[in-house]
């Protein structure tokens, strides 16, 4: 089976001498495809006719400006509003420094307090709290998580220097 690359390959040349015998007996057997080859030299020939034209001077440098300002343009747009990181941080510390806040404020809260407040039934979750492996525990996960997010937005920041000193 003839393929139109496989024609293209035939006449450029690029044929090994097994396949281009096959290629040459399927056209044989096949006239319609000889007239495909021949509107393919047909399109070489015209290609080879053109006239070359030497670019002006500069015309690479200007190129390849304008793909970088392309590039760092389409790079701001996407990294605008990235310092969401810096904020989730900080929103986070936040959150742990107030969870400790309470944790220790319920530890010195006295045993009895001035009213009394009805009993609801309800999991008591000051004892799962005040398990030791389980408050160190969260605070190692944060301070993954956070070391994390550092990481990523110092990337980023790297990233976006490298393109500006490329300007």
Known sequence: ??????????????????????????LRQHPEWQERLDAIMAEKRAFHALP??????????????????????NFVATSKGKDWIVYL?????GLFIC?????AGMQSAPAQLPVELPEVPAYNWGKVFDNQILQFGLFFVLALITLKFVEKYLEQRKMLEKLNAHR
């Not at 034209?53 to 793909?67: L, T």
């Not at 941080?89 to 510390?93: G, M, P, R």
């Not at 969870?99 to 944790?103: D, G, K, T």
Request: aromatic content about 10%.
């Open 89 to 93: 941080i900080s929103a986070v510390l």
């Open 99 to 103: 969870a400790a806040v309470v944790v």
């Open 1 to 26: 089976m003839l393929t139109d690359d496989l024609l293209w390959d035939y006449a450029d040349g690029f044929l090994a001498a097994d396949e281009k015998t096959r290629v040459e007996v399927y």
């Open 52 to 73: 070359l034209e030497k670019p002006k001077p500069g015309f690479s440098d200007r190129v390849m400006a304008a793909w970088a300002a392309e590039t760092h343009a």
